[in-house]
Every structure is written in C-alpha cells, then in structure tokens.
C-alpha cells in the first residue's frame, strides 16, 4: 500500500501554491510561517537621518535611526575628531580611538558652501562620519541597531557654517545595501525688522510723557495719570520687540 505523501504531491508540480502547501503541513499556523519566511527574506528598511536644526545660541546635529550598511568595502583606524565640511560633502562625530568599517556610498553629495570646521564641534554618542563618496562606522557596528549621535557647534548659526537650508534634504546611498542617510533642517525661524516700529514707540512714548507733563503743570491730574498710563503700556511693548 502506498501513503499518500503531501511533500510528494507539492514537488511534482512545476509550480505550487505555497498557502496550500503550508496549511497542509501546519494548519494552524501557515499564515504565520508565510510571515517569517517573508521576513527572512526582506531587508531591513529603516535608515538613518541627520537633523541639524538652531537650539539657542548653537547648532545641534543629530542622527539617529538604523539600517544596514551591508558589507564593508575597507577598514581604517580613526582617532577622536569631529569634521564639518558642507562644500565637501563631509560630517564626522568620532568619539573613541577605533578599528572601522567603511562603505562606498553612490556619490558625494554637497550641502552648503560653508568651509571646513575641524575640532571645532563636540560630538557625542555612536561614531559616525561620511568623508564624501564613504561612510564609516565603528567596527562593533551590528546591522539594525539604533545610531545615536550628536555634534554640536557652540555659538553659531545654519547660515554661519555654510550649509544650504533651502538645498535640502540631502541624500547618500549607500552602494552595497541600498541604505541611505538623509540630512534634513529645521529652518530658522525668519528675522523680523522691527526697527520702524521701535522707532514709532518711542516717539509715541515721549510724546505722552510731555502731554502728561503739561497736564500735570495745568493742574489735570487725572488725565495725567491716563497719559502716564498709555506710555507704560507703549513702553512694555518696544521691551517686548528686544
């Protein structure tokens, strides 16, 4: 007597339908080992961004996210630096004294005219840096793991370190993985003129200092007060413009 065998029945079709196929052998979870195999097989697809936005009185570069960068093209040795270079297509926060991994990336992608800035920033967090057309990464780097880090530049400004806001985002890909890094900006917020209204405050503020004056000499106190009044409040208002 021959069994039937449904391993026999699957293979001996040219093609098969693999829903079927699974629900045979596990019929109480076939959806759930498409699933996985579906997984095993996909890669991975969350990626990395660099926002660099004004904090204050300093810029503030973040990167965080994950990806994978696929397989180093080369390894190097860095030492603790950072590098800020827009019209070289180049960002570093290196923190340890390290063995890396580098990745070629489709092509170096400039993000300003700005000049470059060597130690000038302080980074912190995960190693991180793209010289141009290559990233690199610490050695320890495990693919799908967050990268968080940051480089700050104290005192400054978007537009004093040369990078074009209006130019972005930017993005590298990386050759072998197809991974790719975004560097986006939060604008600044505009530069609003305020001087003619300044100007016409304080003009508006003397003159009802010397109305209230006059009303005080001619013995209206009363409206000298409401005159000293309206010149507090126009005063609290140019305090408020800076």
Known sequence: ??????????????????????????????????????????????????FGEEVGPDVVFTVSGSFDPGIPDDTNNFNPETFFDPSGGSFE???????????????TVLFGAGLLQENVGIGAGD??????????????????????TTLTFAGT???????????????????????????????????VDNSALRTSLSKKIKKLKKEARLAKREGQSAKAKRLLKRAMKCQKRLKALG
């Not at 926060?93 to 092509?107: E, K, S």
């Not at 930017?170 to 530069?191: H, R």
């Open 1 to 50: 007597m021959i069994l039937s065998n449904p391993f026999n029945k699957v293979f001996s079709k040219p093609s098969f339908d693999l829903m079927h196929f699974l629900g045979k052998c596990f019929p109480l979870s076939a959806a759930a080992c498409v699933s996985v195999l579906l997984a095993s097989i996909t890669p991975a697809s969350a990626q990395l961004v660099i």
């Open 93 to 107: 926060a290196w923190q340890t004294a390290t063995i890396v991994n580098q990745f070629a990336l489709d092509a």
């Open 127 to 148: 190693n991180f840096a793209i010289f141009g057309d290559e990233l690199s990464l610490d050695n320890t780097y495990v693919a799908g793991t967050p990268i968080n």
């Open 157 to 191: 400004t978007l537009a004093a370190l040369g990078v074009d806001v209006a130019g972005g985002p930017y993005v590298w890909t990386v050759t072998n993985s197809g991974g790719t890094i975004t560097m986006q900006f939060n604008p600044p917020a505009p530069t």
